[in-house]
C-alpha cells in the first residue's frame, strides 16, 4: 500500500490504486473489496450474532405503525406506501443495524474515509421501485462516496419481491439534471426522478447487461455503490410479507446533497444536513478537510423540492385515499414518498 494515497477524493474500491491500496488487506476483506470493484455490489452475512432475535423484534415493534388501510391496499393489488423512514428514532432494533460497528468498520475499509449512517427505510413488504440510481437522490464531493446495506429481516424470494441489479453500472458515469438537459430550476412542477428513468434503461440496453435478483437468506446483507443501478421485483404472492431495513450511508470529509434539487451553475443547491445515526450528532460538511462555509451554504441554498409551483393539497388526498385515510399530510406524504412513487397529483 502507497505511503500516501495520491487520491484519497476517489472511494479505495474504485481507485486505479487498487491494488496497492488493498494488498495487505486479509483474505476476506479483499474478497469483498473485489467484489465491489468488479460487480458494484457484494453479499455478506451481517455482523451481528443476535440478527435473529433483533429481526424479529424490528418486525413485531414496527407492525402496529403500519396503517391498516394501506396494508389493504397492497392485499388487494393496489399500490400502498408500506414503509418507515427512520424508525432508528423509535426502535433500538433499527438503530442496531443501522450502527453496527462492524459494518462501519467494513465500510470505512472499502471507502478509505470514516462511514456515518444517515437514513434508514423499513419495508414490510416489496418496494417494486423502478429502475434507478441512488446518486441522483443521495450524492457526495467526491462522487460516489455513499453507498447502502440492504439486509433482509426474513428469506426472500421470487414470491415476495426481490432486489434486482445490473452489476458493473456502478461503474458508468454518474448523470444529473444537467446530463439530461434539465434545468429544474426553472420548471413549473415539483422534479422526479421520471426523466432519469428512459435514460437508466437505455444504458443497460446499450451494455446489453442482464438483471441480477437477490435471493437472500434471514440474515445476509447486501451492499451497493452508489451508483449501482437497481430495484425491486414484482411482489407477486401479496399474503406474503418481505420484511427488510436499508441503511443508507455517507463518509467524512465530503458535502452531501441531492443533484435532483440542484442546479449548482444556476446557483442553488440541495445540500443535505443529516444526523449521524450511530451518535446522534449533526454532521458537518467538509471539503478537501475544510469546512464548507456557512454563507456559501445560505447563498446557494435551493428552493426545491418545496418549489414555488401550487400544490392543491385537497387533489392529492382525493386522488391517493390510503393517505387521506391515514391522516397523513398531503405535502409532506408527497414530499417524502408519493412524488416517488408515481403519485396522482389531481
Keep these: ?12 474500491i474504485e481507485s486505479p490504486f487498487f491494488e496497492a491500496i488493498f494488498a495487505d488487506a486479509d483474505d476476506a476483506l ?40 394501506a396494508w389493504h391496499s397492497f392485499r388487494q393489488g393496489a399500490p400502498a406506501d408500506l414503509r418507515i423512514r427512520d424508525a432508528w428514532r423509535i426502535d433500538a ?13 467494513l465500510l470505512s475499509k472499502l471507502y478509505g474515509k470514516p462511514a456515518w449512517p444517515f437514513q434508514t ?16 437522490h443521495f450524492h457526495s464531493v467526491p462522487e460516489r462516496f455513499m453507498c447502502g446495506v440492504w439486509v433482509a429481516l426474513e428469506d426472500i424470494t421470487l414470491d415476495n419481491g426481490p432486489l434486482f441489479y445490473y452489476p458493473g453500472s456502478h ?43 437477490f435471493l437472500a437468506k434471514k440474515g445476509q446483507a447486501l451492499i451497493w455503490a452508489a451508483n449501482l443501478l437497481h430495484g425491486g421485483s414484482p411482489h407477486l404472492n401479496r399474503a406474503l410479507s418481505r420484511w427488510s431495513q436499508v441503511t443508507h450511508y455517507f463518509f467524512e470529509d465530503c458535502v452531501w446533497y441531492s443533484p435532483l434539487f440542484s442546479d449548482p451553475f444556476y446557483g442553488q443547491i440541495y445540500f443535505r444536513r443529516l444526523l449521524n445515526i450511530a451518535n446522534g450528532e449533526l454532521m458537518q460538511p467538509q471539503y478537501c478537510g475544510e469546512a464548507l462555509p456557512p454563507g456559501f451554504i445560505e447563498a446557494t441554498r435551493s428552493t426545491q ?34 412524488h416517488a412513487e408515481r403519485r396522482r397529483r389531481t
Excluded at 500500500?1 to 479505495?12: E, K
Excluded at 418486525?59 to 402496529?64: D, H, I, V
Excluded at 438503530?95 to 468498520?105: S, T, W, Y
Design 171 to 213: 461503474a458508468w458515469p454518474v448523470y444529473t439534471n444537467e446530463h439530461i438537459g434539465r434545468c429544474l430550476s426553472t420548471l413549473p412542477q415539483r422534479p422526479d426522478q421520471r426523466p432519469f428513468e428512459a435514460m437508466w434503461q437505455a444504458l443497460v440496453d446499450a451494455h446489453g447487461v442482464q438483471p441480477q435478483q
Design 121 to 136: 427505510l423499513n419495508f414490510p413488504v416489496g418496494t417494486e421501485q423502478a429502475l434507478h440510481s441512488d446518486v441522483v
Design 30 to 69: 479483499q474478497q469483498i473489496a473485489r467484489q465491489m470493484q468488479a460487480r458494484g455490489f457484494a453479499v455478506i452475512e451481517f455482523p451481528d450474532p443476535d440478527f435473529a432475535a433483533v429481526a424479529d423484534g424490528i418486525r413485531q415493534n414496527l407492525t402496529p405503525h403500519f396503517n391498516s388501510g
Design 93 to 105: 432494533g433499527v438503530r442496531r443495524i443501522a450502527a453496527n460497528p462492524g459494518i462501519l468498520a
Design 305 to 338: 423540492p418545496d418549489g414555488p409551483w401550487p400544490f392543491d393539497e385537497a387533489a392529492y388526498l382525493a386522488a391517493n385515499q390510503d393517505v387521506a385515510q391515514a391522516g397523513m399530510n398531503a405535502r409532506e406524504h408527497y414530499v417524502r414518498h408519493g
Design 1 to 12: 500500500m502507497p505511503s500516501t494515497n495520491l487520491l484519497p477524493g476517489v472511494p479505495a
